[in-house]
């Protein structure tokens, strides 16, 4: 399997709604593209004031996979629409796990 | 269940031999700690440069077990040893998943 993670912190201005509002773009990505496997998805619960304000992970069956979903327009469409310009750090990295 | 996400950029210096001592530390982390119940961890693919260079992902039924793990010396001194002075970034966050 081949997992992706991405974590966003977001600029001032973001507010609960437009956090709630990317929760729901991201429920809308994982019923649309069917190569995602697995996507969980949630605010920092808060434990850390260094930690990252949002994370994702995406489980695929290849990278083959996870590339179709990177460039596949519903997502690109959402990070237009909903991530960019509202972050002002991202952190990402992808692996392969057994 | 409650999620761990961490990543790191490695230090210059750090060779092949220091990853893989560290992918040997995590999973003796894994082996050592009852409280994680799936760690999954490995380096970046290498598919964007803008990547970090390795990633961990823990699961536990809950956020005391992650405070334990997190607190837990033998995680400790596998930070101590391996990571402290070995990166130039660190991205974390923690969330709630279903």
Redesign the interface.
């Known amino acids: 399997m081949f997992?992706h993670?991405v974590?966003f912190k977001w600029a001032d201005g973001v507010d609960a709604d437009h956090v709630a509002a990317v929760a729901d773009g991201l429920d809308n990505l994982a019923a649309s593209i069917e190569q995602i496997k697995q996507y969980?998805?949630?605010?920092?619960?808060g434990?850390?004031d260094?930690?990252?304000?949002?994370?994702v992970?995406g489980d695929f069956d290849s990278?083959d996979d996870?590339?179709v979903y990177r460039d596949h327009p519903v997502h690109q469409e959402f990070i237009a629409e909903l991530i960019a310009g509202r972050i002002t750090?991202?952190?990402?990295?992808?692996?392969?796990?057994?």
Chains 1, 2 share one sequence.
């Open positions: 997992r993670v974590m969980r998805h949630g605010p920092d619960v434990l850390s260094q930690n990252f304000d949002y994370v992970v990278s996870y590339v750090e991202r952190a990402a990295a992808q692996f392969e796990i057994d």
